[in-house]
C-alpha cells in the first residue's frame, strides 16, 4: 500500500510506524473506544498484548464488559443494522449497529458479581479490580485475562460509565463497599509515563482513552510516535477527531515525531495495520 | 426550516420535540461533550441552566476545566488551524483546533486548588466537588456556578480525564487524600433515573455523557424524547454514533419516543436549535 | 459568530469573504450540486441571481430539473427517510432522503417538452437550451428563470445525466436532432474566465460543478477569493472534498486569495452565509 | 471478515454480492468517481475489465484524463499533503491530497492531440473517441486501452468537465470541429440498459458516474444487485450518498435486489472487495 495515495497509503505508514516505535523499544500506550469488542476485534487486542505490541492499555468500560460477557460464555452475533427495535426489545436482543446480543447476558454478569464482590471490594485501583476479574476468568482470549497474565497496566478512567460498572452499583445499593477510587489509577499512569522516556500512543478511536493518554504525556513528557485510527474529523474540535500534530502544541507529542491519522473504520483499519507490522 | 429538507428540517424537529418534551414535563438530561466551552458555547449552556431547560448535566471534564479557566479570568482566543503546532509550542499557545489558549492557564488552576483544596477533600461526590468549585469561583456566565446555584445536578464521569482532575491528583502525590467517588456519583444519578416517570435527553456529542444517561435509562425506565447533535455514524458501530431509535432495543428509549439525529457541528446546531426553542 | 470557534467561525469567514469580494466587484463563479432544490434552497439561489451576487452559475442537470418541475407547478414534499421503499414505489413516489416526489412529474415534464421541443432543437449551447426553458416557463421563483432575466450564463456540463437531459433522450430516439454541444458551452465559461480578471468561486457542494469551474480558473487566472460547503473530505483524496488552498498549486486559486471551507449541510449552512452576508 | 461487524462486514458483504451476481450471469455497470487513478487504483480496474467483471464502464473525465497522462508516460507520485501549496506551484507540481503530478504533463497531452486530432473529428459518441484513444495508447496498463480490446461500453457524460475535454477545446478554439455528441452516447447506454435484464450496480464514489447509471435503470428496468463505496452520507440528500435502497422507490434497484453500502475510503475498500471475490 506504501505506493497507493489518500488513506490506503496512511494505513502502510501507520504499519511503518509501529515497526519503528517497537524497534526503538518505544513503550506503546494504546486506546481503546468503541464497540470493538462486539464487532469482532478482540483477538487482535489480545494478540497485541501476548506479542507485546501494547505496553499500556486504556479502554472504554463497555469494551471490557463485552469482553467479560464473551469470558462468561456469551456472545455477539451478527445481525442487521434495518430492523425494528420494538421487535428486538420484545426479544430481548440489544442492537449494536448490525451485532446483536442476548439482553440476559446482564444475568450472568449479575451472577459472577454476586459470587465474586468479596475478592473486588479491597481492590485499591480499578486496575487490580480489572485485573482480578481477568484472573477469575481466566480465559485465553479475554482481553482482561491477557492483561493480567502479562501485568499490562490497564486504565479506564470512566468505570462507572460501563456494565462493570452499574453490576458494582447494584452491591452499593445493598449497602456493601468499594475501596477502588480512579484517582489511584490515575497516579499509575502518570507514574509510568513519567518513567518511560521513549513512548508511542496508537489509538483505535477517540473519547476519555485517547484524551487521558494524551494528558498524561502532557503532564509527563511527549509521545515521539502516533497512530490514530479515527472517522471523527479535526474541525469539529473535539479531542476524538484533533489530528495528532495539535498536540505538539500542548507538549502531548514531540515536534520531531512520526505521527498518522488513518480515517478508516477501525474494524477495516485495525487488522490491515496489525497484518501488515507482522510481516 | 420546517419546509427544507436534509438537516435544516432536523434542526426544527430538533427545536420541535424540545418545545413538546419541556410542554410535557419532562426532565431534560443533557450530555455535553467536544470543546463546545473553548469554542464558545458555554453562555448557550449557562442559559440553558438557568432557564430551566436543562435538569441534569453530564459532561466531560474538559468542558468543565475549560469553564473554570474562564472563571478565573482567563480566555479562550480565535487563533487559526493552519499553524505550525512547534511554533505554538514555543510560545505556550494551546491549540484546540483553530482555537488557542495561553498554557499559563495551568498556574491559575493551580493557585485556585491550592487555594481550596481543603474545601473539597470531605466531598463525597465529583457532583458537591464541583458545586463547591461553582460557589467558590461565583461568576454569573460559568456552566459550574450556575449548576450550583440552580443545584442542577452535575455528572462528570471521568472527572480524573481532565484537568481538573490533574490539579487534584498534584495534591494526591503530596500524600494528601480526597473522598469523593465516582461510584457514589451514579448511585445518584440512577436514583435520579429512577424516581422521573417522563425523561427526555439532548446529546451535544457522543462519549461518556451521552453512554452514562444511556445506562441510566437502560437500568430505570426508557427516555420518552431525544435529541442528538452528532457529526459521528452509526454504521461506524460505537455510542457516539448510534442513531437514538437503537436505544430502543435496549429499553433505554421508549418506543414510542420522539427522536432526532442532527448531523452538524454542534456550534452551529445548539444556538440554532435553542434559538428556535426559544421563540 | 466571529467569536465561535470550529464551524460556527467558518460559516462567518465565509459572510466576510462573500462581502470582500462583491465589494472588490468580482465576478462570482456559484457551483450547484446536491439535491439543493428538493431541500428547498431554491428560493435563496433565485435571490442570489436577482441580487446581483452570482454572475455565472454552474448546476447539476438534476437541481435544474427540479427547478423545472416546480415552474410546472409540481412540488416536494417533506416526507421521512425511515420508510419503506417498496410502499413508495407501489405509491408512485419517488424519495430524496426525506422528501417526496410524485412520479407522474414526468408526464409533466414529457408535455413540456412534446409542446416545446421545436424551440430547442436549433440552440447551439446547453446555455442557450436552459434559457429558452427559463423563459418559457416564465416563473419568478425559477431559478431557470431568474437565469434568463438576468442574462446569468448558465452552465450544466453533464445535461444529459438529468431528467432534462432523458426528455431531449426521448426526441431524439424518436429520430428528431439537437445541435447544442457542451463543447461550445465549454468555449463560452473559458472565454468569460479568461475576460474577467477578479474571479470569487462560491461551491454548495462538489461534483462536476466545482471541477468545471475549477478548471476554467486553471486554463485562465485564479480566482482571488473562495467559499465552499461540503461535508466531503481531503483525505479520500477527490475534487469535491478538496480543500481549496489544493488549488493554488494547479493555479485555479491565488497564492494571495482568501478561502474557507464550512462542512456543514448546504441546507443549513447556505441560509446562514447568505443572511449573514445579507446584513 | 463474514464475522466483523460494522464496515468490515459490509466489505465481506460485497464480495459475496459480486459473487452472486456474476454467477447469475447479470451485467455489471460499473460507476468511476474520485482520484483513484492518481492514488493508485487504475489496474485493479484494468483488471476487473479483462477478467470479465466490469461489462459497462461510466467514469469521470479526471480518471479517464489520469489514465491517458499514465499512458503517455508520465507518473504520479507519493507526495505530502502537509505542505505549502504556492511552493508546489512554483514548483510546477499539481497536488492532489497527498498525490503529487507534474503539470508539465499537459505538454505531453497536447502533443498526444496535436499529432491525432483528425482520428477524433468524425467519431460521433465520446465512447468511440475514447476507444480511439485507448487504441492509439495501446498500454496493457491502461483503463482505455482495455475498454478498446474488450469493447467494454465506456461513457464518460461530463467529457467537457476533464482535462480531455479542455484539449479538444484548445482544437476547437483554432477553428476545428468535432461531431461527438454526449445525447448519443446516452441513447447508447439506455439501449444496453433496456436489452439487458439481469443487472447489477457498483459505484466506486458517487457524482455523475452513478448518477448516469441509475437513471439509465430508472428508464429501463431495476437492477438486482447493488455495492457502493462511498464515505458522503444520506442525509446530506445528494446522490453520492443517497443508500441503495432508496432507488428502490423510484424503480432503479429491484425490491427484491441485494445491496450494501460500504462506507471506508475506495483506496482500501476497493482492494479488499476484489480480492475477496476473486479468491
Given at each position: 500500500?506504501?505506493?497507493?495515495?489518500?488513506?490506503?497509503?496512511?494505513?502502510?505508514?501507520?504499519?511503518?510506524?509501529?515497526?519503528?516505535?517497537?524497534?526503538d523499544?518505544c513503550?506503546?500506550?494504546?486506546?481503546?473506544?468503541g464497540?470493538?469488542?462486539?464487532?469482532?476485534?478482540?483477538?487482535?487486542?489480545?494478540?497485541?498484548?501476548?506479542?507485546?505490541?501494547?505496553?499500556?492499555?486504556v479502554?472504554?468500560?463497555?469494551n471490557?464488559?463485552?469482553?467479560?460477557i464473551?469470558?462468561?460464555?456469551?456472545?455477539?452475533?451478527?445481525?442487521?443494522?434495518n430492523?425494528?427495535?420494538?421487535?428486538?426489545?420484545?426479544?430481548?436482543?440489544?442492537?449494536?449497529?448490525?451485532?446483536?446480543?442476548?439482553?440476559?447476558?446482564?444475568?450472568?454478569?449479575?451472577?459472577?458479581?454476586?459470587?465474586?464482590?468479596?475478592k473486588?471490594?479491597?481492590?485499591?485501583t480499578?486496575?487490580?479490580?480489572?485485573?482480578?476479574?481477568?484472573?477469575?476468568?481466566?480465559?485465553?482470549?479475554?482481553?482482561?485475562?491477557?492483561?493480567?497474565?502479562?501485568?499490562?497496566?490497564?486504565?479506564?478512567?470512566?468505570?462507572?460509565?460501563?456494565?462493570?460498572?452499574?453490576?458494582?452499583?447494584?452491591?452499593?445499593?445493598?449497602?456493601?463497599?468499594?475501596?477502588?477510587?480512579?484517582?489511584?489509577?490515575?497516579?499509575?499512569?502518570?507514574?509510568?509515563?513519567?518513567?518511560e522516556?521513549?513512548?508511542?500512543i496508537?489509538?483505535?478511536?477517540?473519547?476519555?482513552?485517547?484524551?487521558y493518554?494524551?494528558?498524561?504525556?502532557?503532564?509527563?513528557?511527549?509521545?515521539?510516535?502516533?497512530?490514530?485510527?479515527t472517522?471523527?474529523?479535526?474541525?469539529?474540535?473535539?479531542?476524538s477527531?484533533?489530528?495528532?500534530?495539535?498536540?505538539?502544541?500542548?507538549?502531548?507529542?514531540?515536534?520531531?515525531?512520526?505521527?498518522?491519522?488513518?480515517?478508516?473504520?477501525?474494524?477495516?483499519?485495525?487488522?490491515?495495520?496489525?497484518?501488515?507490522?507482522?510481516?
Amino acid at each position: 500500500m506504501g505506493s497507493l495515495g489518500f488513506n490506503a497509503n496512511k494505513i502502510y505508514k501507520a504499519a511503518e510506524i509501529l515497526k519503528e516505535c517497537k524497534k526503538d523499544k518505544c513503550k506503546l500506550f494504546f486506546g481503546f473506544a468503541g464497540a470493538m469488542v462486539p464487532a469482532g476485534m478482540k483477538q487482535i487486542v489480545v494478540d497485541m498484548i501476548n506479542d507485546g505490541t501494547i505496553d499500556v492499555l486504556v479502554s472504554t468500560g463497555a469494551n471490557l464488559t463485552h469482553d467479560l460477557i464473551e469470558a462468561l460464555g456469551n456472545h455477539h452475533y451478527m445481525g442487521n443494522a434495518n430492523i425494528n427495535d420494538s421487535e428486538l426489545h420484545k426479544q430481548n436482543i440489544d442492537r449494536i449497529y448490525d451485532v446483536f446480543m442476548k439482553s440476559d447476558v446482564y444475568q450472568d454478569l449479575e451472577e459472577f458479581f454476586n459470587k465474586n464482590f468479596d475478592k473486588f471490594k479491597d481492590k485499591k485501583t480499578v486496575k487490580e479490580f480489572l485485573w482480578e476479574i481477568g484472573k477469575l476468568v481466566n480465559k485465553e482470549d479475554s482481553i482482561l485475562t491477557a492483561c493480567y497474565k502479562k501485568k499490562i497496566p490497564l486504565f479506564v478512567p470512566a468505570i462507572t460509565d460501563s456494565g462493570i460498572g452499574l453490576m458494582i452499583w447494584n452491591h452499593l445499593v445493598q449497602g456493601k463497599k468499594v475501596e477502588m477510587n480512579e484517582f489511584e489509577d490515575l497516579k499509575e499512569i502518570l507514574d509510568i509515563a513519567f518513567v518511560e522516556k521513549k513512548k508511542a500512543i496508537f489509538y483505535v478511536g477517540g473519547g476519555v482513552p485517547k484524551n487521558y493518554i494524551q494528558q498524561a504525556m502532557q503532564f509527563s513528557s511527549p509521545a515521539s510516535y502516533g497512530i490514530q485510527i479515527t472517522t471523527d474529523r479535526a474541525d469539529f474540535g473535539g479531542s476524538s477527531g484533533a489530528e495528532l500534530k495539535e498536540g505538539i502544541s500542548w507538549g502531548k507529542m514531540s515536534e520531531k515525531g512520526k505521527f498518522v491519522n488513518v480515517n478508516c473504520d477501525a474494524t477495516i483499519a485495525l487488522p490491515l495495520i496489525y497484518a501488515s507490522y507482522k510481516n
